[in-house]
């Protein structure tokens, strides 16, 4: 299915080349709207009714943001996407695809033929705040830091238990501060506001970072 980019600029998910972007035609039947500004690009976007599916750049926002939502009933042609992403590390293979109680499964149909034709792997999840990915890792982020400031074990004995432990490639202190801990207090922050949960409170690290950060670019 042929498809169409429209870039607001600045997009997370493809910050670099991608067959994704490759791929695009003049006047597709799947519109993607990507960048910080993919919401606004979405209101000015003409036609959208016609389309075969319309992909809005999703930050940690719900999708509803840009389309709106009536008595759980909201749904139509229009998705959301992002594809996951730890701060300044390399953007994964997966993306999670966003969809409201009724959208149109010939729209998610023809979502996916775009991006899985562009070698992604696809995930659908509903509409909240954070997604699958955030909603499951975080909490379990902010709680090694917050054992880290509680001296359980030093930041290397708790990499090691966890990579040896549990397979994981890469310890979560290590994976933070390699991505940037001032990242994850920006998604934190975003998710405890939205959703008021205390795992999802940014740890004191992660705050002490942004703040640095701040210094840095003052």
């Known amino acids: 299915m042929n498809y169409s980019i429209i870039d607001s600029g600045n997009s997370p998910s493809f910050p670099a080349s991608h067959a994704l972007l490759d791929g695009q035609t003049a006047d597709g039947d799947v519109v993607i709207l990507l960048g910080n500004e993919a919401g606004g690009a979405f209101a000015a976007l003409q036609g959208a009714g016609d389309k075969a599916a319309i992909l809005i750049e999703l ?13 759980g009933n909201e749904g139509s042609n229009v998705l959301g996407f992002n594809r996951f992403r730890l701060g300044d590390g390399d953007p994964s293979n997966l993306v999670e695809l966003v969809r409201q109680p009724n959208t149109a499964d010939s729209a998610i149909d023809a979502a996916r033929q775009v991006l899985e034709g562009a070698g992604l792997k696809v995930a659908v999840c509903l509409d909240f705040a954070g997604r699958i990915i955030d909603r499951l890792v975080r909490p379990y982020y ?50 405890f506001d ?3 949960e205390s795992p999802y409170a940014p740890a004191r690290r992660a705050r002490v970072a942004k703040l640095r950060s701040h210094k840095k670019e003052a």
């Open 59 to 71: 930050g940690t926002e719900c999708l509803g943001v840009h389309t709106g939502e009536s008595r």
């Open 142 to 191: 902010n709680a090694a830091l917050r054992r880290l400031d509680e001296g359980l074990a030093t930041a290397d004995d708790m990499d090691l238990t966890l990579r040896l432990g549990l397979g994981y490639p890469e310890g979560p202190i290590a994976l933070l501060e390699r991505t940037g801990l001032e990242h994850h207090f920006d998604v934190t922050s975003a998710l």
């Open 194 to 196: 939205a959703l008021g």
